[in-house]
């Protein structure tokens, strides 16, 4: 339901007189975050999406910014073939957060270019730098920069952390962070997605937290709220420069946290 409402209302952002179409691993990605149990709740209450600098992670996450604001996002109830109905969440709160006004701009300026002239006008959508409106002003967007007091005490229904690779404690990262996880605890279904380059390891960013929770959940991780979505080599692969094109290996060239 929500992937056809994205082709249906969102446009190509290469060309604008085409709909919005999802890759494969856009798709993938995008199935398993709105996944819902059979009571219809989230499986995933927090989620990482890393992948080399240049995939298209920007475009991917302002189409669910947009989701989050006017799609039917969240559970409504089943239908008569035993699918997941939506509604649109009531007051949606999405915001934006990056450590640079450069980063939050990244996906920022994707909206005006996914947005059709159909989404505006049966949405009332008002399109700006700092803040989207649509809904008579009951849903909005913001950009968040470097400021985790402007965002203590938001009632935010979702929440997209940008390239917390660079979330270090030199910027206020991690308070930014935790801002945000205590504005997400006041609602039962509002959830946070962070994107990331790998990080830097020792620098003690927020990538790095996120990534070392994923690990700590183990053999437990199918029953963690957090989805790690990264392609990435096996750890077992051969690493050594001599190593390619000369050795073989019996493992995957690559591996997802959750397939």
């Keep these: 339901e929500l992937a056809a409402w994205c082709v249906a209302y969102l446009a190509d952002p290469n060309d604008p007189e085409k709909p919005w179409d999802f890759t494969p691993e856009q798709l993938r990605f995008f199935l398993w975050w709105y996944a819902v149990d059979s009571r219809g709740k989230f499986l995933w209450r927090k989620g990482v999406l890393q992948r080399l600098k240049g995939w298209g992670k920007d475009p991917l996450i302002a189409v669910i910014c947009l989701v989050e604001m006017l799609a039917p996002c969240r559970f409504k109830e ?114 946070f997605l962070a994107i990331t380059n790998a990080y830097m390891p020792g620098e003690g960013s927020v990538g790095e937290m996120l990534r070392g929770d994923f690990e700590k959940a183990g053999i437990n991780r199918r029953s963690s709220s957090l989805l790690y979505d990264s392609i990435e080599a096996d750890p077992r692969a051969p690493r050594a420069p001599r190593s390619f094109g000369t050795d073989t290996c019996s493992v995957p060239g690559h591996a997802s946290s959750v397939a």
């Design 78 to 191: 089943w239908s008569a073939f035993g699918l997941p109905v939506g509604r649109p969440v009531t007051s949606p709160l999405v915001q934006v957060s990056a450590v640079t006004q450069e980063q939050s701009y990244n996906t920022g300026d994707m909206f005006p270019i996914l947005l059709t002239n159909k989404c505006i006008r049966e949405y009332g959508v008002k399109p700006g730098i700092d803040l989207v409106r649509a809904r008579n002003g009951r849903a909005k967007i913001q950009m968040i920069t470097s400021s985790p007091r402007a965002m203590e005490g938001k009632r935010v229904t979702f929440a997209v952390l940008n390239e917390v690779h660079q979330w270090v404690g030199s910027n206020g990262g991690p308070a930014m962070y935790r801002a945000v996880s205590r504005n997400l605890a006041k609602i039962a279904d509002a959830r």
